[in-house]
């Protein structure tokens, strides 16, 4: 099946640890994103990746990190430096300029 | 910055019922996309319409159309023939359409539809 994937589907965290959420996709999308959504508010972005070993901050970047080695993958590493970080993130791809944007199935982290 | 207004927080209809779910956003831009997006429970986001700015005629997708009115920045979602299956937050969402850039997405804060059987 052709997809993006992300996994855990939840994630517990406890503070002042770093955690890493996965995001596999194999509809060779040249473009992936990492978004963030909290209760009663739309999705915000927090990086995203254009093309392979290169990647740009969303607007809410700070205390995340992420790495685009592989162009099927766009990890995302939530850092102790990340104030707030409960919160449900959705990883999206698109293929070329132009295109429209699909999403994973999310992952839920809480910080214990 | 572009803004997306979703001034709805939540809405109801009955089954088999027509319900109009309102958008409007804010940009200086004149070339963009517009996009509704689902979000059922399993919280997946997906695609329901898109609509380029540049064409005048409305999207429609099987049951789902939307009224875009760019001079007044409006664009409407209206889904004909209400199933349960369409009980979800619905998200209205912007894209720029210019070279460079994130193409990332302006979302609204969402609308909570429930279908009455």
């Known amino acids: 099946d052709g997809g993006i994937t992300q996994s855990p589907k939840y994630l517990f965290r406890k503070e002042g640890q770093n955690v890493t959420l996965s995001c596999e996709q194999n509809l060779n999308h040249d473009a992936m994103y990492w978004y963030r959504q909290d209760p009663g508010q739309g999705l915000r972005l927090i990086y995203y990746s254009q093309i392979v070993n290169d990647f740009q901050k969303g607007d809410i970047a700070e205390g995340y990190s992420v790495s685009r080695e592989k162009k099927e993958s766009f990890p995302l590493t939530v850092t102790s430096a990340q104030k707030n970080p409960t919160a449900f993130y959705l990883c999206?791809?698109?293929?070329?300029?132009?295109?429209?944007?699909?999403f994973g199935p999310g992952t839920r982290l809480t910080v214990l | 910055a572009q803004t997306v207004t979703q001034s709805q927080p939540e809405m109801s209809v009955q089954e088999a019922e027509t319900v109009t779910l309102s958008c409007t956003y804010d940009t200086s831009e004149s070339d963009y996309y517009l996009f509704w997006y689902k979000q059922p429970p399993s919280r997946q986001m997906i695609l329901v319409i898109r609509q380029e700015a540049y064409k005048q005629q409305n999207a429609t997708e099987n049951r789902f159309s939307v009224n875009f009115q760019k001079a007044a920045k409006s664009f409407s979602l209206k889904i004909s023939d209400s199933q349960l299956g369409d009980a979800a937050m619905y998200f209205c969402a912007y894209r720029s359409a210019g070279t460079g850039g994130s193409e990332k997405l302006v979302f609204g804060k969402g609308t909570k539809l429930t279908v009455n059987p």
């Open positions: 999206a791809s698109r293929q070329g300029r132009g295109n429209t944007q699909y």
